[in-house]
């Protein structure tokens, strides 16, 4: 099994920063592809950015491509998901998602095997 914990969700204005952290834990060693979606009100849930556990082959959906950075700290078994110039069409539930699937990137939530709880992010003056 593994455990995955959501964390750094908060509000912020536009234009503004925030990093979402999700710690892994449990057999870290199962897992091939982490991938961060977010699910905003009345809205269906949806792929934001994934990466390979190894670091590499990060993948990004076309509205945050260039805002937001996906990464790894392999010290830690943590992924982070930095958010800059944040647009309030940002705000949604964003939850994390391991897949021991080998593929370079994972779009479709069927293909996750574990999920965090989510945390809320939301961009408004």
């Known amino acids: 099994q593994v455990q995955l914990v959501e964390s750094g969700g908060g509000l912020v204005q536009p234009g503004g920063s925030l990093r979402l952290s999700c710690a892994a834990s449990?057999?870290?060693?199962?897992?091939?592809?982490i991938g961060w979606f977010r699910q905003a009100l009345g809205k269906e849930r949806e792929f934001v950015a994934g990466?390979?556990?190894?670091?590499?082959?990060?993948y990004y959906v076309d509205s945050v491509k260039g805002r937001f950075t996906i990464s790894r700290d392999n010290a830690e078994n943590t992924v982070y998901l930095q958010m800059n110039s944040l647009k309030p069409e940002d705000t949604a539930v964003y939850s994390c998602?391991?897949?021991?699937?080998?593929?370079?990137?994972?779009?479709?939530?069927?293909?996750?095997?574990?999920w965090g709880q989510g945390t809320q992010v939301t961009v408004s003056l």
């Open positions: 998602a391991a897949s021991k699937l080998p593929w370079t990137f994972l779009t479709a939530a069927r293909l996750y095997d574990y």
């Open positions: 449990g057999n870290i060693f199962s897992i091939n592809y």
């Open positions: 990466i390979r556990w190894s670091g590499s082959n990060t």
